[in-house]
């Protein structure tokens, strides 16, 4: 069931259009990610549902009313802020009840509904403390009680771990997720980590230039990115050009720089017309060169899905290594290789002959 | 450099035009008057506590404080309640226009005080400019000038200033993210004001009311060129003992009494702090 209807939605600043007739439907209870770079408009489309912006043109209708014209204070909808906006005259018992003193719930209620939250959050012994006594993590988890106190429709979330280090951002997000859980309520957050977005989202938004550039579950969005620019920035790091030789029923495909591919699955191209593949470095498969392939000639044909090269460089990263492989075609990939029982030893070393496989399924072909 | 060598000028600056003076005028308090050149008894002879208690003794004096205190404390009311709207409108403009607006708001010091307050009596004379726009609308004269409203409307125009530029630095620093959570938790606009804005600007009120309320205590040029005869307030009265009566102790003991009753809260405030 639909819950938040965003139809046709314009933002300008002056001249620039940070959001362009934008089309979105979100559903009850959903943890909806929008993600996008700096600039993508998706901070525009928060404080736009937020109230703060007034769109030039468009709807949003939240539970089947439109909120379109709604100031901040009459909207159903709470935001935790990227800066948490804490009142810092307030200690954490009236940060949190300070939604519910302005709907003018009783004061013995507040107190209840108040002490639950800080329950829900986990500090439950803070209620007396000030903001600035708190950790950045503590201090999180208020503006999230604080947000849900009115108990929103909708709760926005404006990058809520981008301030919190890496050992806490886990451990946070592991709570946002419970908490979404617990309350049901349909939370839209706002990041620009691909990585965050993938372990919380049940759907993902990407923004791109002020318009949605594919919308899916992330598994979708991963794995069947639907332009060049969406496989990019969720870490597709080899996005080569090439030419359709057979469209239909499985692609064949002639990678520049590389030679013929076998993808599974028909092209979205006729053949003879251009595309793009990503081939995503953890679907590649790297082993020492024969002498077979040492001894064919660069861009011709040699087994399936293969291609001769040499290691340029290596980069380890703990649970993998990173090569990058000069391909004797011409290209360059990017090979991330496993690190089985986190034993590096008897690793390729720049400079070593190497051979790049790949499975047909890890073609994915990008539309132009 | 050595750092004592460095502070050496500030330390005696602050002993030859601060010290000292206060060490003379309280030495002044307890000398006597007398005919002469200096009109006064040598300094520390036969010191003399008759000066302190003619000042709580003579209720003249006890009724000039209190007219000071009420002129001070009014004003400074007027200039917080006139000054808070200025400078949260400053403060919230947009930031090409703010420096030309904090420009508008010094402006006046370019100009002489006494001509400021001069002009005011051009403005509020029963011939002056205001009367004269009553009389063009068909309204009766007003008694303005020589009134406790000339002298409250002189001292907070005079002293507004002094509200407005620590309220306005108080509040250029706020964060909006502060009013805009409140507005998203359901507050309206009064609402973020009474609960956000105004209690965090507190400090800048209390900065403001101090810089007003203690010159306008003391002060002497406006009550006696707008004010009226009745406004007998404790810096006219020093002005009198000084120039019109001579008496140099009486007027170095109403100047110490008008010290320490500023000082004194001041110090508590602080201790307290």
Redesign the interface.
């Known amino acids: 069931m639909a819950d938040l209807e965003i139809a046709g939605l314009t933002v300008r600043y002056g001249p620039a259009v940070a959001l362009d007739r934008l089309d979105l439907s979100i559903n009850s209870g959903e943890m909806f990610v929008l993600l996008g770079g700096s600039g993508s408009g998706k901070t525009t489309l928060l404080r736009a549902l ?3 912006i007034q769109p030039a043109a468009g709807r949003i209708v939240l539970a089947g009313q439109d909120i379109t014209a709604l ?4 909207r159903p ?3 935790t ?1 990227q ?1 948490y ?5 307030m200690n954490v018992e009236d940060n949190v009840g ?2 519910l003193r ?2 003018g719930v009783p004061r013995a209620e507040i107190a209840r509904r108040v002490s639950a939250l800080l329950d829900l959050v986990r500090l439950g012994e803070f209620a007396g403390r000030r903001p600035d006594a708190l950790s950045g993590g503590q201090r999180q988890r208020v503006a999230l009680a ?2 849900l ?2 108990r929103p429709r909708l709760l926005l979330l404006d990058e809520p771990l981008s301030a919190l280090d890496r050992s806490l951002r886990e451990q946070t997000r592991q709570e946002l997720l419970r908490v979404q859980r617990e309350t049901g309520t349909t939370f839209v957050l706002v990041t620009h980590d691909q990585d965050e977005a993938l372990a919380v989202a049940s759907r993902i938004g990407l923004l791109h230039e002020g318009r949605l550039a594919q919308v899916g579950t992330p598994a979708e969005i991963y794995e069947r990115p639907s332009s060049r620019f969406v496989a990019a920035f969720m870490g597709a790091a080899n996005i080569l050009p090439g030419t359709v030789r057979t469209a239909a029923p499985d692609a064949v495909l002639d990678l520049h720089g590389i030679g013929p591919a076998q993808a599974a699955g028909p092209a979205p191209a006729a053949a003879g017309s251009t595309l793009h593949v990503a081939l995503r470095p953890e679907r590649l498969r790297l082993a020492p060169a024969t002498a077979q392939h040492l001894s064919t000639p660069p861009g011709t044909a040699q087994g399936v899905n293969t291609a001769p090269g040499t290691v340029t460089d290596s980069a380890y990263r703990g649970g993998t290594i990173d090569h990058q492989v000069r391909l004797h075609g011409g290209a360059i990939l990017l090979v991330s290789q496993p690190l089985a029982d986190g034993v590096s030893a008897g690793l390729l070393a720049p400079g070593s002959a190497v051979a790049v496989s790949w499975p047909p399924e890890a073609c994915v072909l990008l539309p132009e | 450099m050595n750092r004592s060598a460095v502070l050496a000028p500030v330390w005696l600056w602050l002993l030859l035009f601060v010290a000292l003076p206060v060490v003379i005028v309280a030495a002044l308090s307890f000398s006597s008057s007398i005919p002469g050149v200096p009109p006064y008894t040598p300094l520390l002879q036969s010191p003399d506590p008759a000066n302190y208690a003619a000042l709580t003794e003579d209720a003249f004096y006890l009724d000039a404080a209190l007219k000071s205190l009420a002129v001070a404390g009014v004003s400074s009311v007027l200039c917080l309640l006139i000054g808070y709207p200025i400078a949260l409108a400053i403060a919230r403009a947009p930031e090409r226009w703010r420096s030309l607006l904090l420009l508008g708001v010094m402006l006046p010091f370019w100009t002489g005080f006494l001509l400021r307050i001069t002009a005011w009596i051009g403005l509020l004379r029963d011939e002056g400019w205001i009367n004269a726009g009553l009389q063009a609308m068909g309204l009766s004269a007003l008694r303005l000038l020589y009134t406790d409203f000339a002298m409250y409307v002189g001292v907070t125009y005079a002293y507004l200033p002094f509200m407005i530029l620590p309220l306005y630095a108080r509040l250029s620093r706020r964060d909006p993210a502060l009013e805009e959570a409140a507005a998203d938790l359901g507050a309206d606009p009064w609402t973020i004001f009474r609960t956000v804005t105004l209690p965090l600007s507190v400090p800048g009120i209390v900065a403001g009311l101090a810089l007003v309320f203690i010159p306008a205590m003391g002060e002497y040029v406006i009550p006696e060129l707008l004010g009226g005869p009745g406004a007998q307030t404790i810096g006219r009265a020093l002005w009198n003992e000084f120039f019109s009566n001579r008496d140099w102790p009486m007027a170095a003991t109403v100047a110490n009494a008008l010290l320490l009753a500023l000082l004194v809260p001041m110090v508590a405030l602080r201790a307290r702090q």
């Open positions: 937020g109230g703060f100031p901040p204070h009459r909808v709470n935001t802020f800066s906006a804490l009142f810092p005259h300070f939604g302005r709907q604080r947000a106190a009115p």
